[in-house]
Each structure stands twice: as structure tokens, then as C-alpha cells.
């Protein structure tokens, strides 16, 4: 059985080196006792080829075939079902883990039992290399999740009892394009808690100037998710105020959008 089983879940990617590149990121880690699944949510021959390629390479490869495109969470979960390893850790499928992203991960989560996940700092980066930072908060809090997911999701570490307990990620309606908000929201509930540590230990694939709006229809699910969730945060009434943050996002202009953007993520 191996220590860490990372999950990955890849649907007819864009960019087919950078598959590859994320891939590599992990068979090239510090920290080698891995299983790597990675479910592949109906995606075309060619990436296909890609993948069994890889498997043929490395044993530590699982893949995973789904027969219909079903999503990221239910793809993730046909993952958790199989996964062997005490800990999850996640990974997108165009982005990059640094070398020693999992040796850090483990070693905190081992070190320090009172925390059930950990995540890191980002490195925003796009076709002409690194362009920003994003820093997440140290030690988060039930009241924080009022003003967004507080854990970057790809570069998670978590124990599996943990993700267990909460029956994996919610596939439904409310939760496309936040299941991991979603997630770490339930186990906060649960009495779980998680750590960011400061460190850049992995880089996220975005483009500075090609910022996208997200569809106005994933913002009216994450005003009803923010609504259910909150409440088992125990964060109503307090909570009202913050449950139209998605839908007012989503009234803003894109350029204005850009520009907070830039200004939050652009300098270290």
C-alpha cells in the first residue's frame, strides 16, 4: 500500500504538454511512495494515448475510464473509491507541483496531528512564465469561508479518513465549479481543519490577461451552496450579506474584473 495516492482528473485538456508536464510534476517528486490515479472523464483517443503511455512507463499510474463525461467531482470520487494511500493529494492537469511539493505536505500533516489537510502559496503562471503570487490564509477559520474558499484545491494534502468521513466530494447541481469550496466548507462542519503553509510549492495555471467571467449560472449555484453550507457552518445569520458576493461578482465588468486582479496577484 502506498502512503499518498494523488487523484487527478483530466477531460480533453487544451494544452497536451502541459498534461504531460503536470503528469511529470509528479512522478518526479521528492517523496516517490505514491500511487497516481488519474480518471479520465471520457476524453478523446488521443489523450487517451497519453495517458496509457504514461501508464506504461510507470506502474504507479492507475487509470480510470469513465464511459460518460461525468465531471470533476464525480470523476475525483471514482478516484477516492480505488485510492489505497492514508493520504489524498490533488493535482490539475495543467498545472505544476514543485519537486518537493508532497515531501513538505506529509511532513507538516505528520508533524503536526491536530491538522487533517494542508495546502501552500501559488505561483500564477501562463504561456510567458510566472506573472503573479497568491497567498492563502496561515490557519483558517470557520467565518473565513464567508469570503471564499480558503484552500487551493490542486495543491491539497489530505488524510483520507478525513475525506472518508464526508462521503467525498457533493456531486450536484450547486456544486459545478466549487466542489472544493463545497468540500472544505463540510469538513470545517465535521470539526476538520486544515493549514497553509507558507510556501510556493506549487504553480497555478492562469492567464493574466485572458481573465474569463465565470457563467452567471455557476454564480447563482454558489449563492445556494453558500446558503446550505453556511448553515452548517452555523454562520446564519450573520452569513446573509455574504451569500450574494458570487451574483454581485458576476455584475462587475470584465476589465474592472482584470484590473482588481492584477492588483491582488500581480506583486509577491
Known amino acids: 500500500m502506498k502512503k499518498i495516492s494523488v487523484i487527478m482528473g ?61 465531471g470533476l467531482a464525480a470523476s475525483l470520487n471514482n478516484c477516492l473509491k480505488i485510492a489505497t494511500g492514508e493520504y489524498i493529494a490533488r493535482q490539475d492537469d495543467d498545472d505544476i507541483s514543485k519537486e518537493n511539493r508532497l515531501e513538505e505536505e506529509i511532513e507538516f500533516l505528520e508533524k503536526n496531528t491536530e491538522y487533517d489537510f494542508v495546502g501552500c502559496n501559488l505561483e500564477l503562471f501562463n504561456s510567458d512564465g510566472i506573472w503573479g503570487y ?23 494534502l489530505l488524510t483520507k479518513k478525513c475525506i472518508d468521513d464526508v462521503n467525498g466530494y457533493k456531486v450536484k447541481k450547486i456544486t459545478r465549479r466549487t466542489e472544493d469550496y463545497d468540500l472544505f466548507m463540510r469538513l470545517y462542519a465535521k470539526g476538520y481543519k486544515g493549514y497553509n503553509l507558507q510556501k510556493y510549492l506549487y504553480q497555478y495555471n492562469e492567464d493574466m490577461y485572458g481573465y474569463k467571467k465565470r457563467k452567471f449560472r455557476y454564480r447563482i449555484d454558489e449563492f445556494f451552496l453558500r446558503i446550505e453550507d453556511f448553515r452548517e457552518l452555523e454562520l446564519m445569520p450573520r452569513g446573509i450579506i455574504y451569500i450574494f458576493k458570487p451574483l454581485i461578482s458576476g455584475i462587475i465588468p470584465k476589465k474592472i474584473l482584470k484590473k482588481i486582479n492584477l492588483m491582488r496577484y500581480k506583486e509577491e
Open 10 to 70: 483530466v477531460y480533453n485538456p487544451k494544452d497536451k504538454n502541459m498534461l504531460k508536464k503536470s503528469i511529470e510534476s509528479i512522478l518526479q517528486q521528492t517523496y516517490q511512495n505514491i500511487e497516481f490515479i488519474i480518471c479520465n472523464d471520457n476524453s478523446n483517443n488521443e489523450i487517451k494515448e497519453i495517458l496509457n503511455n504514461f501508464k506504461k512507463k510507470d506502474d504507479r499510474i492507475i487509470i480510470i475510464n469513465n464511459k460518460d463525461n461525468l
Open 134 to 156: 497568491r497567498k492563502h490564509n496561515e490557519k483558517p477559520v470557520k467565518k473565513d469561508f464567508l469570503y471564499g474558499n480558503q484552500f487551493p484545491h490542486p495543491a491539497m
